[in-house]
T-cell receptor, first 114, second 116 residues
Framework: AAGVIQSPRHLIKEKRETATLKCYPI?????VYWYQQGPGQDPQFLIS???????DKGSIPDRFSAQQFSDYHSELNMSSLELGDSALYFC?????????????FGNGTRLTVT | DQQVKQNSPSLSVQEGRISILNCDYT??????FLWYKKYPAEGPTFLIS?????DKNEDGRFTVFLNKSAKHLSLHIVPSQPGDSAVYFC???????????????FGKGTLLTVNP
């Protein structure tokens, strides 16, 4: 079965650079979520989109922005990168109409800021 | 403020025995609970969920129990297999009025090791 696809798998950037992470949800899933997981930490919710509109916002820094496109894929844009942004970034998708349907996660993008 | 707590960072059991992973929550508004399994270098994989209107849900070797009054849930794996060795995350959410989108709040995870 098709899963959530994230690219790239690994990304190395320097401080103050920008990064763009991409997420392709499971076909027919209409909701996308972004999570950040630091070393030894639980995944922290950043932001979510439903039908291309932002639906919920968590602890996302102002330096980050995200959007969902007409084909439902999503991109997380990160600017003025800081060392503390080094983490694993997960994207998840779900089908909203399936109330209480579980989120399905991609394998993540590991971002290293040097 | 950790709203979902997994107080055991690790658990070790013998193959064939029962594994019991525990989770506590503080937010009484949570009404949907999930367990995810995570291998290194992979994303969390959904295992099993339970709605607050139930106190038990079973799927093969996996059973989740919910005690709402105690704000506690547990995942039982019987029998445990070496391939079950992974980090297990408990997650909870609230379905907002009108059934609009929800986000998951995760615990910090428990590393389960099943020894052959």
């Amino acid at each position: 079965a098709a899963g959530v696809i994230q690219s790239p798998r690994h990304l190395i950037k320097e401080k103050r650079e920008t990064a763009t992470l991409k997420c392709y949800p499971i076909p027919r899933h209409d909701t996308v979520y972004w999570y950040q997981q630091g070393p030894g930490q639980d995944p922290q919710f950043l932001i979510s989109f439903y039908e291309k509109m932002q639906s919920d916002k968590g602890s996302i820094p102002d330096r980050f922005s995200a959007q969902q496109f007409s084909d439902y894929h999503s991109e997380l844009n990160m600017s003025s990168l800081e060392l503390g942004d080094s983490a694993l970034y997960f994207c998840a998708s779900s089908f909203r109409q399936g109330l209480r349907s579980p989120l399905h996660f991609g394998n993540g993008t590991r971002l290293t800021v040097t | 403020d950790q709203q979902v707590k997994q107080n055991s960072p690790s658990l070790s059991v013998q193959e064939g025995r029962i594994s019991i992973l525990n989770c506590d929550y503080t937010n009484s508004m949570f009404d949907y609970f999930l367990w995810y399994k995570k291998y290194p270098a992979e994303g969390p994989t959904f295992l099993i969920s339970i709605s607050s209107i139930k106190d038990k849900n079973e799927d093969g070797r996996f059973t989740v129990f919910l005690n709402k009054s105690a704000k506690h849930l547990s995942l039982h794996i019987v029998p445990s297999q070496p391939g079950d060795s992974a980090v297990y995350f408990c997650a909870a959410s609230t379905v907002r009025r009108g059934g609009s989108n929800y986000k998951l709040t995760f615990g910090k995870g428990t590393l389960l090791t099943v020894n052959p």
